[in-house]
């Protein structure tokens, strides 16, 4: 039920570097969220030069290019080689070619690519269909658009439809309806409640939280207000119905949401713009000097933190692993859990020439070749002694000084790892 698309990219660009001899998983992983970064970093500026012209004020006008691109979680979403930001970002591409046809030479053209790219949108990130519908919604009823340009855009869509289904086939190796299997699993047989049923307010409550308070309520009424004042507006039409889909679904997750992010910092400054303070007293504060620069101050704390911090701690760790444990069939011994398990890794970042071994079930012995031993706890010293055996600490996701910062046992939770090396 999942499409071929982004593993065939991945596919494609890992053998590429491979013939450049570029072996390292994590290099290649970095290279391709480099290449998505910067794919997102220009369909996002071609947004927001077509979405500043709606824009009054030079001030305003600076603001939506701040925000649009400096909003603390939208450069680490974009860097992401996910199905919601690597669709939503062909999204917002066939989305400028709908909205301004005329950029190239044949409008009919122009629908065609369009229609080829919300096809590919749509089957790598199957819930974009409501976007989809939106757009096409709005074309008709507002922009009035010629039957003609809808019937260029549906070619394309079912020649995307068409890849999609043959590079389904490169990948699981017989004829696959990705898409319809990921409807019939998740809607007909309902098997996405298996991973928890949320309650219908689960959207506001995750919102309110992790887009940090006060700034979250913020977002939060400048959406719905958006909505309620600008009904005819094309971004009204892409994300009201994607959003409420995403309500009537048991099985919720805040990232669902993500492909909604891009159009949040004009849906404020716009409504900001649109609508005087007067008519919102409540909000009057959020034009002063103090709270503006406090904004500007915490934004620039957490895009700091989230562009420098890794999405995972497990697979910084198995980074280490892979550089760090080295030689002739080298083992890994450990007695908390595998490294190399398959909730804690995926396969693409294995070394495959390392061996595990788990010392609950087996014992060691003076084996001539590279030992090394990982550990799971905190503040362990620097030598340890394993089954008669010493071995000397190599590296360690937390610095040693952390253990001044250990208020209340929270490192002991927080997930440590080290790794060790045999002292012979």
């Given at each position: 039920?999942r ?9 494609v660009?890992?053998?590429t ?6 072996q ?5 992983a970095?290279i ?12 996002t ?9 709606e ?6 006008k600076?603001w ?6 400096l909003?603390?979680c939208l450069p680490?979403f ?8 690597f669709?939503?970002?062909i999204?917002?591409w066939?989305?400028?070619l709908?909205?301004?046809?005329k950029?190239i ?7 065609l ?7 590919i949108?749509?089957?790598c990130?199957?819930?974009?269909c409501?976007m ?9 009823f507002?922009?009035?658009t ?9 070619i ?5 439809l ?7 086939y490169w ?12 409807l019939?699993?998740?809607l007909f ?7 928890g049923?949320?309650p219908?307010?689960?959207y ?11 700034f979250?309520l913020?977002?939060?009424f400048?959406?719905?207000a ?9 971004i ?5 119905p994607f959003?409420l ?30 609508v005087?303070?007067?008519?919102n007293?409540s909000?009057?504060f959020?034009?002063?000097k103090?709270f503006?620069?406090f904004?500007?101050?915490v934004n ?12 995972s ?8 692993i ?5 030689g002739a069939?080298?083992?890994?011994l450990?007695?908390a ?14 070394n495959p020439?390392?061996t595990?071994?788990?010392l ?5 012995k003076?084996m001539?070749?590279p ?6 706890k905190?503040n362990?010293s620097e ?12 590296y360690?996701n937390?610095p040693?000084?952390?253990?001044y910062?250990n208020?209340?046992g929270?490192?002991g939770?927080?997930?440590t790892?080290?790794i060790?090396r045999?002292?012979?």
């Open positions: 039920m499409s071929g698309i982004q593993p065939m990219i991945a596919f660009i890992t053998k570097l491979n013939a450049f001899s570029i390292n998983p994590f290099t290649v970095s391709i969220r480099m290449l998505q970064a910067l794919f997102s970093f220009i369909v500026v071609q947004l927001l030069k077509f979405l500043e012209k824009i009054v004020s030079n001030s305003a600076l939506l290019w701040a925000f649009g691109l909003f603390w680490y974009h860097a992401r080689f996910s199905s919601e930001n669709s939503e970002t999204f917002i066939a989305l400028l709908v909205l301004k046809p950029a030479k044949s409008p009919y053209v122009s629908f690519t369009a229609g080829l790219l919300f096809g949108a749509f089957v990130r199957f819930q974009l409501f989809i519908l939106g757009v096409f919604g709005w074309l008709m507002f922009r009035k010629k039957i003609l340009f809808f019937i260029s855009c549906f394309g869509i079912i020649f995307a068409g890849v999609g289904l043959l590079v389904d990948l699981y190796g017989k004829w696959t309806l990705s898409w319809w299997n990921y019939d699993l998740n047989q309902n098997k996405a409640s298996v991973f049923s949320e219908f307010y689960f506001f409550e995750q919102a309110f939280l992790q887009l940090i308070p006060p979250s913020i977002i939060i400048c959406v719905i958006f909505w309620l004042k600008f009904k005819t507006h094309f009204t039409w892409v994300t009201l959003i889909l995403h309500f009537f679904v048991n099985h919720k997750e805040l990232r669902f949401l993500f492909p909604v992010l891009n159009f949040l910092p004009f849906m404020l400054i716009y409504y900001f713009e649109a005087p303070l007067s008519q007293k909000l009057l959020i034009k002063t103090r503006m620069r904004a500007v101050i620039i704390i957490a895009l700091c933190y989230y562009t420098l911090k890794p999405a701690n497990s697979i910084q760790t198995l980074n280490k892979y550089d760090l444990v080295k069939s080298p083992v890994l450990f007695d859990s595998d490294p190399y398990n398959n909730l804690a890794s995926l396969h693409y970042f294995r020439a390392i595990t071994v788990d609950k079930t087996d014992s060691i003076r001539n070749i030992l090394y031993y990982f550990s799971e905190f362990e030598h340890i002694v394993v089954q008669d055996q010493t071995f000397i600490k190599i360690s937390f040693s000084w952390f253990q910062l208020f209340n929270w490192l939770r927080a997930g790892y080290s060790y045999r002292q012979d």
